[in-house]
């Protein structure tokens, strides 16, 4: 079996032209996808395409992005996918010419697994050059309907349902985001088209986190080098709780980064009893850092290099709190999953506060609260959302059928 992978690469760098695929959560989900279907198929023979972008594109420690895959690497192949260099206009982007002048890589694909819908009448339209016929598998990760993802424009719905209308399957991140979709598409199509788009539409919870990675680092004290900058080698002695910010600081609209900081400088003036480290995943510049935390360098600190994997999960298992403020219950947080896997205590918009403008009293609360009310939920991430445990699902559902 052949397979074929197009992911959604949202992750570069503007001022250095180039994209972070290890930084990539469609990477990510793409090989624990190819691990799940290794570790279930019969067919021991099974073949891999990653369309990408060429490695001159790519970050340096990025070129090497199936580091991780041990003896499956040698089957997994990259293709060299001429993306966009605006991340945005890769959901429309799709350079058939060169498909077809190098349309002998792919000979053979059974399956296609294509994470921007948006795409999908192409990448059909393409194989059907080549006289063949695919199982083609769409994967909706985000709703452009949402105020968080666009301007709440549906310039790109249209797109999304005539993927699904031409895929074999489709799957969607959260059962609220596929209610949400079709109820946004009755205002677009009929009723009987929507029965029919969610014949082929399931949820499937893609959390990307290994369980045996995670456990790997517990009980491991936050590495030197994360500390080195900061004058909080021994706070955990006296009490000092770590409020750790994971989202990107590239977002301001999505992440809200910049309030946080203004957030937790008003926290200080009441009380001193913590630190706060902004991992700042997305690399944007330390300027910005520097300028936004100003005063607030004696307790705010991040990364003058970037976190490798490791020193990253030690973090989470040392942190108490993780603040995530966009609305997840729209879409995937990986973070939020692993962070309450660490068991952190997650301030979460929209389930603790729903106001930016009291998020200082929100994390006040959460550094004299004990995570009690988030271990349900801390359950039902482990059972349904680790790779371990989801991936036999996964197998079944889309491969094997």
């Known amino acids: 079996m052949k397979i074929l992978f197009f992911p959604q690469i949202s992750t570069r760098s503007y ?99 294509n994470d921007s819908p948006e795409l999908t009448r192409n990448f059909l339209f393409f194989f059907k050059h080549l006289n063949k016929t695919i199982k083609i598998i769409s994967n909706v990760h985000y709703l452009d309907i949402y105020p968080e993802n666009s301007s709440g424009t549906s310039q790109y719905f249209w797109r999304q349902i005539d993927g699904i209308d031409c895929s074999d399957k489709c799957t969607f991140f959260t059962q609220k985001m596929m209610d949400d979709f079709y109820t946004y598409a009755q205002d677009y199509i009929s009723t009987k088209k929507i029965e029919e788009l969610k014949q082929k539409s399931s949820v499937l919870d893609y959390m990307l986190f290994s369980q045996e990675e995670m456990n790997l680092y517990k009980n491991q004290p936050i590495s030197k080098n994360v500390l080195e900058n900061i004058d909080c080698q021994d706070f955990r002695k006296d009490d000092t709780k770590l409020i750790t910010f994971i989202s990107r600081c590239s977002d301001e609209k999505r992440t809200k980064w910049k309030e946080f900081i203004e957030s937790v400088k008003i926290l200080r003036q009441r009380r001193e009893d913590f630190k706060v480290v902004i991992t700042n995943p997305s690399d944007a510049p330390l300027s910005q850092l520097v300028k936004a935390i100003g005063s607030g360098n004696n307790f705010l600190w991040f990364p003058k290099d970037k976190l490798s994997r490791a020193d990253y999960i030690r973090l989470l298992w040392n942190s108490d709190i993780v603040p995530i403020l966009y609305d997840i219950s729209n879409n995937i947080s990986v973070g939020f999953a692993e962070a309450m896997y660490c068991q952190t205590r997650p301030v979460q918009f929209g389930a603790d506060f729903n106001d930016m403008k009291v998020l200082d009293i929100a994390l006040d609360n959460a550094l004299d609260a004990i995570l009690n009310r988030y271990q349900e939920r801390r359950q039902e991430i482990i059972q349904n959302s680790c790779c371990e445990l989801n991936s036999e699902r996964f197998y079944k559902e889309y491969i094997n059928v």
């Open 15 to 113: 001022t250095d032209n180039k994209w972070f695929l290890l930084k990539s959560g469609h990477i990510q989900v793409i090989k624990n996808q190819i691990k799940a279907i290794e570790r279930f198929s019969s067919d021991k023979n099974n073949l891999y395409i990653i369309c990408v972008p060429p490695k001159p594109q790519l970050a340096d420690r990025d070129q090497d992005y199936l580091y991780d895959m041990g003896n499956i690497r040698s089957k997994i192949y990259s293709y060299d996918f001429r993306f966009s260099k605006n991340v945005a206009l890769n959901r429309f982007q799709f350079d058939m010419n060169d498909l077809i002048e190098n349309k002998l890589d792919f000979e053979n694909i059974d399956t296609f697994f």
